[in-house]
C-alpha cells in the first residue's frame, strides 16, 4: 500500500476513534462532576450534623464519643484548624457552638436569655433529627419592651437579617418564639401562593407544639399580650372553608389553627415520632405544581401515610381531612 493510503488510512482511523471517545469521555466527565457535587452535599451534611451537636447547651445529653467525632469532622472539614486547647474544651463540652446571638435590651435578662438560647438549640437539633436542612448563619434574637414589635406583630421572622423578633409579653410563651425559627426551616419556595403558606403557617405552629408536647401557641403569654392576641389550640376541629385566603391574617391565623389541628389529630393517631417524620419528610418532598395546595398536601400525606404499619392508619387519616371539609 502506498504511503499516502496508509497516512489517509490513519487519519481516517484517528478521527473515527476521536469521535467514539467523546462519549465515554463526557460520560466520565460526567460522572466525575456529579460524583465530586455528591461528596460536596454529604460533607456539608455532615458538617452541619457536626455543628448542631457542637451547639447544644447540654453537653450532659450527647455522648462523648459523639462529641470527639463532631469535634474532628470539623476541624478536619475547616480551612482553618482549631487550636489544641479549642478542641479539647469542645469535646470536654466546656464550651459549645452558639447558634444564636441575643441583642441586649431591657426586656431581655439573663434568665430569659439562658431559657430562650436552651430551647431554640433543642428545637433546631429535633428539626436537624427530622431531616430539615437548617441554615448554618447565626440567628439574631431581638426581644423588645411591649405586646407588639413596632405595630408589625407580636413576633417576627426577618429572613433577610436571619433574625427573630419577639415582643416581650411574648417572649416567655415557647412555642411562640420557636414558631418564628420554623419559618426559617420550612418555607420552601419564593412565591408560593396563598394556600401553600396557609400549611406552611400550620407546620410553624405544629411542630413547635408537638416538640414541646404542648398543643397551644400563646397561652403562655402575659395577661396583656393573651388579651391583644387570643391563643391557639391545636385541639379543635375547625374546617378548612373558614381560611380566607385573600386575607393575610387568616392565611396566618385561621390556616394555623386548621390545619395545626388537623395534624395533632393525626398525632394522635400514630404518636409523635411517628406522625413527625411522616410529616416532615412529606412537606420535605412537597412542590404544590399546577395542583390546589390542600389536596395536593393532603393526598401526599395520604400516600406516605402508606408505609407506616402497612397502611392501616391511611383510612383514619383520610377522615380527618374529610370531616374538615376537604375533599381528597
Known amino acids: 500500500m502506498a504511503p499516502d493510503t496508509w497516512l489517509d488510512t490513519a487519519e481516517k482511523l484517528s478521527k473515527m476513534l476521536s469521535i467514539a471517545a467523546i462519549p465515554v469521555v463526557l460520560a466520565v466527565g460526567g460522572w466525575l462532576i456529579q460524583r465530586q457535587l455528591q461528596d460536596q452535599t454529604i460533607r456539608r451534611d455532615y458538617v452541619q450534623l457536626a455543628l448542631s451537636i457542637l451547639q447544644s447547651p447540654d453537653p450532659s445529653k450527647v455522648p462523648p464519643e459523639i462529641r470527639e467525632w463532631a469535634v474532628d469532622l470539623l476541624n478536619e472539614n475547616s480551612p482553618t484548624k482549631l487550636n489544641a486547647q479549642a478542641i479539647k474544651s469542645l469535646k470536654s463540652g466546656a464550651i459549645t457552638l452558639s447558634g444564636f446571638s441575643f441583642v441586649p435590651s431591657s426586656a431581655l435578662t439573663p434568665e430569659l436569655q439562658r431559657a430562650l438560647e436552651t430551647s431554640l438549640q433543642n428545637f433546631k437539633a429535633y428539626l436537624v433529627k427530622l431531616g430539615f436542612a437548617v441554615p448554618p448563619e447565626t440567628i439574631s434574637v431581638k426581644v423588645s419592651p411591649g405586646t407588639t414589635i413596632d405595630n408589625q406583630g407580636v413576633a417576627l421572622w426577618e429572613g433577610t437579617t436571619h433574625s427573630i423578633l419577639v415582643a416581650s409579653a411574648f417572649a416567655s410563651d415557647e412555642t411562640s418564639v420557636l414558631r418564628q425559627f420554623a419559618h426559617n426551616v420550612l418555607t420552601l419556595h419564593e412565591l408560593p401562593a396563598s394556600d401553600y403558606y396557609a400549611i406552611e403557617s400550620r407546620l410553624a405552629s405544629y411542630f413547635p407544639c408537638s416538640f414541646t408536647d404542648h398543643p397551644m401557641v400563646g ?87 402508606q408505609s407506616v404499619d402497612s397502611g392501616k392508619h391511611t383510612d383514619q387519616i383520610r377522615r380527618i381531612f374529610k370531616e374538615r371539609g376537604l375533599r381528597i
Request: no cysteine.
Open 219 to 305: 397561652d403562655r403569654a402575659s395577661d396583656a399580650g393573651k388579651s391583644l392576641l387570643p391563643p391557639e389550640d391545636l385541639r379543635n376541629h375547625r374546617k378548612f372553608a373558614e381560611i380566607r385566603l385573600r386575607d393575610w391574617n387568616s392565611v396566618q391565623n385561621d390556616g394555623s389553627e386548621v390545619w395545626g389541628g388537623a395534624l395533632w389529630q393525626i398525632r394522635d393517631v400514630l404518636g409523635r415520632e411517628t406522625a413527625d417524620l411522616l410529616i416532615a419528610i412529606t412537606w420535605q418532598a412537597f412542590h404544590q405544581g399546577g395542583a390546589e395546595a390542600y389536596t395536593s398536601f393532603a393526598n401526599s400525606l395520604l400516600a406516605n401515610s
